[in-house]
C-alpha cells in the first residue's frame, strides 16, 4: 500500500512526531527545545514559554494516529495545529461533523498531486455544555483503492480558520503517494 507524503514549506510548518527518537530529538523535550531554537521567540523569557508549550503539545501527540503539522509563522501570531489522516474510506466516512446550526460551505479544488479534494468549513458547539463555536476546515480525498486522506484544522476562533485557507491550500498541494520502494505512484509528487 503507498504512503501518504507531506512536505509542507518548512519555513512555516513543522512535523510533531508521534514517535521518538525523532530528527529534531530523542523525546518530546529534546524535540521542543529544537523547534524554539528554529522558531521561537528570540528573547530568552518568551523562548522558555514557547518551549514548555511545544513540549506540552509533544507530549499531548505521542501515540497518536496521523500526523500533526504545527504552523508557526515568523510573528507566531496565528499558530495552527493540522492533523493529517490516512484511511480506508469506509471507516472515515463514519466521522460525524459536530452538530452546527450553520450549513457546512464544501468545494471541489484541484490538488497538485492527489486530485480532486473536497474542501469543507463547518461549525458546531465545540463542548455541549459551552457556548464555544467550534471552527473546523477539513480536505477529503476518496483516493481509488477505498482510501481517504483528511487533512483538518479546528479553531474556536472562525477568523483564523477562514484566514489559514490559504495556507491550508498550499499545504494540500504538496501532498501525494509514493509506494514502498520510494517511488512515486499514480499521484505524482514532485
Not at 523562548?47 to 508557526?72: C, I, K, N, P
Not at 509563522?73 to 480506508?88: Q, S, Y
Not at 474556536?156 to 494540500?172: K, N
Amino acid at each position: 500500500m503507498p504512503s501518504l507524503v507531506a512536505s509542507p514549506d518548512p519555513a512555516v510548518w513543522v512535523h510533531v512526531p508521534a514517535t521518538y527518537p525523532d530528527r529534531r530529538g530523542d523525546d518530546p523535550g529534546a524535540w521542543a527545545r529544537s523547534v524554539a531554537v528554529d522558531y521561537g521567540p528570540p528573547d530568552d523569557s518568551s523562548r522558555e514559554v514557547f518551549e514548555r508549550l511545544m513540549a506540552d503539545l509533544a507530549e499531548g501527540e505521542t501515540g497518536h494516529d496521523g500526523a500533526v503539522y504545527l504552523y508557526l509563522p515568523n510573528d507566531l501570531g496565528r499558530m495552527a495545529k493540522v492533523r493529517l489522516l490516512t484511511g480506508p474510506t469506509a471507516g472515515l466516512a463514519d466521522l460525524e461533523a459536530p452538530a452546527s446550526p450553520l450549513a457546512p460551505a464544501a468545494d471541489v479544488l484541484e490538488s497538485a498531486y492527489l486530485g480532486p479534494v473536497t474542501r469543507t468549513l463547518s461549525a458546531g458547539l465545540a463542548h455541549p455544555s459551552s457556548d464555544d463555536l467550534l471552527v473546523t476546515v477539513t480536505y477529503r480525498w476518496d483516493l481509488e483503492g477505498g482510501t481517504s486522506v483528511l487533512l483538518t484544522l479546528s479553531t474556536l476562533d472562525p477568523g483564523q480558520a477562514v484566514g489559514m485557507l490559504e495556507e491550508l491550500d498550499e499545504f494540500a498541494d504538496n501532498l501525494w503517494l509514493e509506494d514502498s520502494s520510494g517511488g512515486h505512484d499514480a499521484t505524482g509528487g514532485p
